[in-house]
């Protein structure tokens, strides 16, 4: 497709529905290799006996962060299956990611100028690596953390660790997930900086209120973390963030030393031009009277 071809809206949407589909086919497709792929062939020569892939993920999972001390239960019959089928969704929908935000940068693509198409790669490298580190942070020390502060309630109040198998590792993925999430935002700022959405100042003069509502936003992802799991969730986005506030200040600074004044004397008796259609204006007057545009 041309580039410099302008395309009807009923066009645009049939490019959409099929970019669309694309990504629709392949989480079903992977979700599908994953309920079907297995950890070895060793079934081949044992045919009933079947150990999928994703079996073996999950317990990697519960390995690395349930203690020993805790039992998982399936509590319904048709939990394993249930679990089996969320686990390969969840892997499909990992798959699925890079082919979506490829997708995407397909239909944006014609409508980007040259230097807007260069600034893309940076701030998808930024998202794509802010949501890992989130994602890793998530799974390696928030999960085991939110774990083991819960595990001294069970011994005070002499209950027996007995957890449903559909809690557990529902908690992990939404914690992840949720915490690759958290960690984008900031890149998200800076986007909106740089295309002139919104000022740095939207932060730096509201920041009680901002991490106010930062602080709401970890305790609902750590609900049973406690203030300690909040703030080991929160104290990594504040410094995320006033991070981007320092970057996002830089494309500020730039976009002022680009812009001219948005006017321009040009002879005496304080008769001004219009820096965008060129008229002449007396000083007096807030906008243009040929364009309409404001003066200051």
């Known amino acids: 497709m041309s580039k410099d071809k302008e395309l009807p809206f009923e066009e645009h949407l049939a490019e ?10 392949t989480l079903v497709a992977s979700t599908i290799l994953f309920m079907a792929l297995p950890a070895d062939l060793s079934f081949l020569h044992n045919p009933p006996v079947f150990k999928p892939l994703v079996s073996v993920l999950l317990t990697y999972i519960r390995n690395d ?27 499909g929908v990992a798959v699925t990611f890079p082919v979506m935000f490829y997708e995407i940068y397909r239909f944006v693509d014609p409508a980007l100028y040259p230097e ?32 083991w502060a819960l595990m001294p ?63 709401v936003v970890t305790a609902l992802i750590t609900p049973d973390g406690g203030p300690i799991a909040d703030a080991a969730l929160f104290l990594p986005i504040v410094v995320l963030l006033e991070v981007a506030i320092l970057v996002a200040k830089r494309y500020e600074k730039q976009r002022a030393e680009k812009e001219s004044p948005a006017i321009t004397k040009v002879l005496s008796g304080g008769v001004i031009k219009c820096r965008y259609c060129g008229a002449e204006v007396h000083s007096g007057r807030a906008f243009c009277p040929r364009c309409g545009r404001a003066l200051v």
């Open 65 to 91: 962060i349930l203690p020993a001390s805790v039992k998982l239960i399936a509590g319904e019959i048709t939990t394993p299956l249930e679990l089996y089928i969320l686990a390969s969704f969840a892997l």
């Open 116 to 147: 807007e198409r260069r600034m893309v790669y940076p701030f998808v490298a930024a998202f794509l690596s802010l949501f890992i580190a989130g994602a890793v942070f998530g799974y390696k020390i928030l999960s085991p953390f939110m774990i």
């Open 16 to 25: 959409l529905a099929r970019r669309l589909k694309v990504v629709l086919y």
């Open 153 to 215: 309630f069970f011994e005070a109040l002499h209950v027996e660790a007995l957890v449903y198998v559909r809690d557990f590792y529902t908690l992990i993925f939404a914690l992840v997930i949720l915490c690759g999430l958290v960690f984008t935002f900031p890149v998200i700022f800076v986007l909106l900086v740089k295309f002139n959405i919104v000022g740095t100042e939207v932060l730096t003069k509201n920041r009680k209120y901002v991490y106010a509502g930062l602080f």
